[in-house]
């Protein structure tokens, strides 16, 4: 576990760099969403603490695949999603492979049935939810004339968004991913 944890340091301070990149370059959404990933890192990482187990190595790998995501983020907001044009599927392959592995383990743990259609059909409906807060977050930001914080580059991309969601969701079934079941089974028990 320790190993992990390095790992989880050593993306959270290049998520600190990024965000101090976006800040020099005057980039709101890349400031915003970095943010973001920084908070959720913390939160994974201080679960643990907060539900009273006092050992964030029970979730190290939860909060280090949150971490390498987040940093992914960070760097399609810095620039990589125009430069790059595969960064976007990287990003949504790897988004979708967490939360489907976090789902997939909840559905294994209370015993679902068709885990795996669930998980596939969950993740498409989490990833059209996220490409209307795109399209959402472009109307408030029009409206208020400022930089929005998350960006919808047209319909062919919010497709092949969906696509790559699911190769992501995909990817975690096929694979019989059964990494989170141990979280999963430790928060159910400390809730």
Do not use: C, K
């Not at 908070?39 to 679960?47: E, I, K, M, Q, T």
């Not at 790998?61 to 044009?85: C, E, N, Q």
Request: aromatic share 12%; hydrophobic share 65%; net charge negative.
């Amino acid at each position: 576990m320790g190993s992990l944890m390095v790992g989880v340091a050593l993306v959270v301070a290049a998520l600190f760099a990024a965000l101090y990149v976006g800040y020099r370059q005057d980039n709101t959404a890349a400031v915003v969403n970095t943010a973001a990933a920084v908070a959720l890192v913390f939160v994974s990482a201080g679960a643990p603490v907060v539900l009273g187990d006092g050992q964030p190595s029970r979730v190290a790998a939860l909060t280090l695949w949150v971490a390498v995501a987040g940093f992914l983020h960070a760097l399609g907001m810095l620039g990589r999603y125009d430069s790059v044009w595969w960064w976007d599927h990287l990003t949504h392959t790897f988004s979708a492979a967490l939360a489907a592995a976090l789902l997939y383990a909840a559905l294994l743990v209370v015993g679902w049935n068709n885990a795996v259609v669930l998980t596939l059909l969950s993740i498409l409906f989490l990833g059209v939810l996220w490409e209307v807060g795109e399209l959402i977050a472009r109307e408030v930001a029009d409206w208020y004339d400022i930089e929005p914080v998350l960006v919808h580059y047209g319909w062919r991309d919010t497709a092949l968004d969906l696509v790559f969601d699911v190769v992501g969701a995909a990817l975690v079934v096929a694979l019989d991913l059964r990494l989170f079941v141990p979280v999963v089974e430790w928060l159910a028990s400390a809730g």
